[in-house]
């Protein structure tokens, strides 16, 4: 059953639409606090009521009257992800919930094993609320303009539930949505371009991987007639030179959306391009990233509770293993009212890990080439990977293109560039090789695969 059929489901979805999207923009930060403070109150209460949370609260010795707002919130136990691991609905429900009425939902696995929770159509619904306050901060009608989505439709996948089985087919009943097209990231991406150019979009919306794939393929003279005013990536970390890579490969604008399965949409780039935290949405902690690895076995630096949404609770939650720097101050050139990220790094599995210990996340390791780039005033540099073989070695697998190989800065002159500030950034101890390569197999959904 369509549950937007529903009276009582479609009055609280509208009441979202109305005053959820906009909270940000019309409210100030000690409102949002409060906000914070009664959403918490409630999701922790809500939380008591789901087996796995009951038992972790009782062993605890917590009850949720002694939470009163996000000041008590480190009162609360960690969930990590081998809490979820393996767990049945009997255990990430409320006790004598119906299945039925909830969709499961499982992670990409990216790491190898996926992190499998239940939602319910209110949280799918506030969702897709989240993602209609990302393009609308960029101009984008989600009922008027043309829109080509790139998602991960495998069975049993977020996105697949999102746009197959729930959130935009129970909207078709009330909208035609003929100007929303969502493409399979598994598809060819010869016939992906190709489809998507025939479809022509405003907005294009998908895996930095696979919009890299689409933008090196444009570059060679492919959909020439493909114009999207609008790009918006998700899904994986983004670093600055694929950025710039696609952006001018489709002569367009982009912007980067970060966000989980397990935690909805954390936070969107502004038009100014500040990453601004839906701070309505998600409370995000920040730990000691060694910290956080000896307690939880979870890899990153943040620490994230959903503020909203029934099903299974994301509360205190470490499995989000990303590196996240926030910002000690807010731009005065914008009008969010919402703490703002200043960069976003990678998973623990794709740091740089130095002899003495140290990590150096993927962020500020995947820039350098993008830096030199720019240093030389080229694009000569098609694709790049990084490979770490041990404590003291790395090479950087560069891809050339072919049609800028012999115009502005010779490529010796640039691999020696970029030896040399990889050197700068991780010092002395480690072997940086630099080699040519006629290919790099590029994934979907993130930007390289993994190094053997």
């Known amino acids: 059953m369509n549950p937007l059929l529903n009276p009582l489901v479609l009055g609280k979805l509208a009441k979202s639409?109305?005053?959820?999207?906009?909270?940000?923009?019309?409210?100030?930060?000690?409102?949002?606090?409060?906000?914070?403070?009664?959403?918490?109150?409630?999701?922790?209460?809500?939380?008591?009521?789901?087996?796995?949370?009951?038992?972790?609260?009782?062993?605890?010795?917590?009850?949720?009257?002694?939470?009163?707002?996000?000041?008590?919130?480190?009162?609360?136990?960690?969930?990590?992800?081998?809490?979820?691991?393996?767990?049945?609905?009997?255990?990430?429900?409320?006790?004598?919930?119906?299945?039925?009425?909830?969709?499961?939902?499982?992670?990409?696995?990216?790491?190898?094993?996926?992190?499998?929770?239940?939602?319910?159509?209110?949280?799918?619904?506030?969702?897709?609320?989240?993602?209609?306050?990302?393009?609308?901060?960029?101009?984008?009608d989600w009922r008027k303009n043309r829109m080509a989505i790139i998602a991960d439709l495998s069975p049993d996948s977020a996105e697949e539930a999102y746009f197959s089985r729930t959130a935009i087919p129970n909207l078709k009943v009330f909208f035609s949505l003929d100007n929303m097209k969502v493409f399979h990231v598994g598809e060819k991406p010869e016939k992906l371009l190709q489809e998507i150019e025939a479809f022509n979009p405003e907005f294009i919306g998908g895996y930095p991987g696979i919009l890299k794939i689409l933008a090196i393929l444009r570059r060679q003279g492919k959909a020439k007639n493909l114009m999207p005013r609008i790009i918006a990536t998700s899904g994986a970390v983004i670093d600055e030179y694929t950025r710039e890579y696609i952006k001018r490969a489709f002569n367009a604008e982009l912007f980067d959306s970060y966000g989980a399965t397990e935690c909805s949409p954390m936070a969107f780039q502004c038009k100014k391009g500040h990453y601004h935290i839906n701070s309505d949405f998600v409370y995000m902690e920040f730990m000691d990233p060694k910290e956080k690895k000896k307690i939880s076995g979870d890899g990153g630096n943040i620490v994230v509770t959903r503020l909203f949404g029934k099903g299974t609770p994301v509360v205190r939650y470490t499995g989000i293993s990303d590196f996240i720097t926030p910002s000690s101050k807010e731009p005065s050139d914008c009008s969010i009212h919402t703490p703002v990220i200043e960069s976003i790094g990678g998973r623990v599995v794709d740091s740089i890990v130095l002899p003495n210990g140290d990590i150096i996340p993927p962020s500020s390791f995947t820039g350098i080439p993008y830096k030199v780039m720019h240093m030389f005033n080229t694009d000569k540099i098609q694709q790049f990977q990084i490979i770490q073989h041990d404590l003291k070695e790395i090479d950087i697998l560069i891809v050339i293109d072919e049609e800028l190989r012999d115009v502005g800065p010779k490529v010796d002159e640039i691999f020696n560039e970029i030896k040399k500030q990889y050197e700068k950034k991780i010092g002395q101890g480690v072997i940086i090789n630099i080699k040519e390569v006629d290919k790099i197999k590029t994934i979907r959904r993130g930007s390289v695969t993994p190094p053997p």
Do not use: C
């Open 17 to 140: 639409y109305l005053f959820d999207i906009n909270r940000i923009y019309r409210v100030t930060e000690e409102q949002i606090r409060r906000y914070q403070d009664k959403s918490l109150r409630w999701i922790v209460k809500y939380a008591y009521t789901v087996p796995l949370y009951h038992e972790k609260y009782k062993k605890a010795g917590i009850h949720p009257r002694d939470i009163r707002g996000v000041k008590d919130i480190k009162k609360l136990p960690l969930v990590t992800k081998k809490d979820f691991r393996g767990k049945t609905a009997d255990f990430l429900l409320p006790k004598g919930a119906d299945v039925g009425k909830y969709s499961m939902v499982s992670t990409s696995g990216s790491t190898g094993e996926p992190v499998t929770i239940y939602s319910d159509p209110y949280t799918i619904f506030h969702t897709f609320i989240g993602f209609v306050r990302s393009i609308r901060e960029h101009g984008i």
